[in-house]
């Protein structure tokens, strides 16, 4: 068997534990940028040129971001002539957005303060309590 036919593809299942495919899942919401655009798609669906205006990002970085969302099923897109829509998939993502906003209202501070996300953890990755 080749290494080719062991690489996973889309059309096949993930094998990941259930606490990994949800780690999964929330570095898909981890970029600023990716969770930018799902603010925006709240509104209205919005062609890729909008999202660059309106996030600033250069659109090859853009793209990139959308790829991920739609990989991982948070968005979709269709063609209309030359423009490219994008949209939220799953009446879930507003949901999801909200419970953020929620959770940041009474937990702004700590999640700020945080520096394990941050990657500005010492040496051994933990936070200093621990």
């Known amino acids: 068997m080749t290494t080719e036919a062991l690489r996973p593809t889309p059309l096949v299942p993930p094998e990941a534990s259930s606490a990994g495919l949800a780690a999964k899942f929330f570095r898909g919401l981890g970029n600023p940028t990716r969770v930018r655009i799902l603010q925006l798609l709240l509104e209205r669906e919005r062609t890729v040129s909008e999202l660059v205006a309106e996030t600033g990002a250069l659109q090859g970085r853009l793209s990139s ?7 991982c099923g948070f968005v979709n897109s269709r063609r209309q002539g030359r423009q490219v829509y994008y949209r939220l998939t799953d009446d879930r993502v507003p949901r999801l957005l909200s419970l953020a906003e929620e959770f940041l209202t009474d937990h702004a501070d700590a999640v700020d303060l945080c520096r394990v996300i941050d990657g500005k953890s010492g040496s051994d990755g933990r936070c200093s309590g621990d």
């Open 65 to 71: 971001h959308l790829s991920c969302l739609r990989w």
